[in-house]
């Protein structure tokens, strides 16, 4: 999609801060953080949202869960806890409609919903 920002990102055209990238998955630092760690991550194929995952992208969507339990080792949070957020849809929260997957660490998180 030409005008998604993240499709932008994972083309070069807007730069990041990345922290894991292979020919599937790319993860960088959110540029507005909501906690001392906060990394997205995404497919590189266009998803608008969870509700338009299709058979085939199930296989993706498992990958990312072990990206995102090998960038909590490497980043050295594994041990003390991590938030895993995925918003689907507006009236949730998403912002940029491709599917991403917000990583929260760093601090202790309590019952509150971030």
Not at 13 to 35: G, H
Not at 59 to 67: E, H, L, M, N, S
Not at 95 to 107: D, P, Q, R, S
């Amino acid at each position: 999609m030409k005008d998604c920002l993240f499709c932008k990102i994972i083309k070069g055209e807007i730069p990041s801060t990345n922290v894991y990238e292979d020919d599937e998955i790319l993860a960088f630092k959110d540029i507005n953080p909501a906690a001392p760690i906060h990394i997205l991550v995404i497919p590189k194929k266009h998803i608008t949202s969870l509700a338009h995952i299709e058979k085939e992208d199930e296989k993706i969507i498992g990958k990312i869960y072990g990206v995102i339990n090998k960038i909590s080792e490497e980043m050295g949070f594994k041990e003390d806890g991590y938030r895993v957020i995925v918003n689907c849809g507006k009236n949730a929260g998403q912002e940029v409609m491709h599917l991403h997957f917000h990583i929260l660490a760093g601090a202790k998180f309590g019952d509150k919903i971030v």
